[in-house]
């Protein structure tokens, strides 16, 4: 019998057989999650012969889900995800405009997973624009429940708009035209103080070098500008022993953490000029959102580009790909699993089985240093020849032995 994974004060306990849910997803998620059990599977045996198992348990979200029970997020799988702390997804459909709400951020909501970690590392074979790409070693903290992820927004011809808008000018004067649709942007001091807290932690435990608090503070003082305040703060009042702020040391930090700020459009011209100033990136959910995808183009794109939703202090984590349902090749064998594999490869480090996380890790390095690599890579390197899908696993699953 299989046993679940427990969270106490200690930290997670971890079963020799824990049972760990997964979403395949929509799109070429099914594929990419294909490649990814059987790797996963293959490098368990390879390491622990038998000793240490994971359970495979799956529930249903996305298309898949509301085909067979008529609801894209079953009351079940919210069940499961929580009961089991530590669960692996595919990519989700959302519909871009109307219809239902994004299930990714439902699901974040819904779990209170309010950091989004998404590392990105350059390794030989992978494409990049860079001259030097081995200088891009980051991991981004962006915050996952506020900003534009709390979903506040009402479209200019409702009434709901128009009676903010009559709100807006009675209590602020802001003159606000007949045509004009409003979003909310909340950020509290709750939600970034634990943000900068978690990111903190991780630099403190990896034994990184630079923070980097990233905000648009200069346009938007009480809500970009408050989470870079109060982001500090954490800083100074909890983690003194470890870190500096660049103020406070004339950017001479010691043997501790130098912790500075960034203006976003600023950083946006450090990622690409300098990348070795920034190991740890904490930020908000938007500006989250866009450096991602451009540090993740600068190491290869979002088909190698994995990621995790976390909360810490509930001991939740769900992992997941950072690239979406693609679906231009989907059943065409040519998605890139690397992503969904580094996923898992992170999820087996949460719960400690180091071994093998560095196996799969070893493998998948080799694999494209090799050249071997599908076609979203392929076409960036020189002289590739592009394989499928299961070509690729194939040749992985040799490394992995
Ligand atoms: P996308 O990431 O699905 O695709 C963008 C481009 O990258 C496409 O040309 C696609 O073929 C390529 N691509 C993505 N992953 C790839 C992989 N593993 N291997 C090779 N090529 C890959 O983004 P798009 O087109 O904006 O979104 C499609 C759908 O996915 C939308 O419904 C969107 O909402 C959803 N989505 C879901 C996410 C999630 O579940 N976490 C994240 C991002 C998007």
Not at 237 to 253: K, M, N, R
Not at 279 to 297: E, F, K, M, P, R
Not at 344 to 372: C, K
């Amino acid at each position: 019998m299989p046993h679940p994974i427990t969270f106490a004060q200690a930290g997670l306990q971890v079963p020799d057989d824990p049972i760990i849910p997964f979403i395949q997803g929509d799109g070429i998620g099914p594929e990419v999650w294909a490649a990814t059990r059987q790797v996963v599977d293959a490098a368990l045996w390879t390491i622990y012969r038998g000793r240490r198992t994971i359970h495979w348990s799956e529930v249903l979200a996305g298309q898949r889900a509301y085909d067979e029970t008529g609801s894209w997020l079953p009351d079940e799988t919210l069940t499961s995800l929580t009961a089991h702390l530590i669960a692996i997804k595919g990519p989700l459909t959302t519909p871009v405009a109307g219809g239902i709400r994004s299930l990714n951020v439902q699901l974040r909501r819904e779990l209170d997973l309010y950091a989004n970690v998404r590392p990105v590392r350059w390794f030989p074979g992978l494409p990049s624009p860079l001259r030097q790409p081995e200088l891009v070693s980051a991991v981004i903290f962006r915050e996952n429940t506020e900003d534009v992820y709390a979903g506040y927004e009402v479209a200019a011809d409702s009434e709901e708009a128009r009676l903010l808008r009559g709100l807006l000018k009675a209590t602020c004067g802001w003159e606000l035209t007949d045509d004009t649709g409003i979003g909310l942007k909340p950020i509290s001091r709750t939600a970034s103080t634990r943000l900068v807290r978690a990111a903190m932690r991780y630099a403190v435990d990896r034994k990184r070098q630079r923070v980097t608090l990233v905000h648009k503070g200069n346009i938007m003082k009480y809500t970009e500008g408050a989470f870079r305040d109060w982001g500090y703060q954490v800083v100074r009042d909890e983690f003194a022993d470890h870190a500096v702020l660049f103020d406070d040391c004339d950017g001479d930090p010691g043997d501790r953490i130098l912790v500075q700020d960034r203006i976003a459009d600023a950083m946006f011209q450090d990622i690409l000029l300098s990348p070795e100033r920034h190991q740890v990136i904490a930020t908000t959910n938007l500006n989250g959102d866009y450096l991602s995808d451009a540090l993740a183009a600068q190491i290869g794109g979002i088909g190698v580009s994995p990621g995790a939703n976390l909360n810490d202090e509930l001991g939740r984590a769900l992992y997941e790909a950072v690239h979406g349902t693609a679906p231009d090749i989907v059943g065409r064998d040519l998605a890139n699993p690397t992503a969904m594999l580094f996923s898992a490869e992170m999820l087996l480090r949460r719960i400690g089985w180091t071994d093998a996380a560095d196996h799969i890790e070893t493998a998948v390095e080799a694999t494209i240093a090799a050249g071997a690599v599908t076609a979203d890579l392929a076409a960036r390197v020189d002289g590739a020849r592009p394989i499928g899908t299961r070509e690729f696993t194939d040749t992985v699953l040799t490394h992995i032995g």
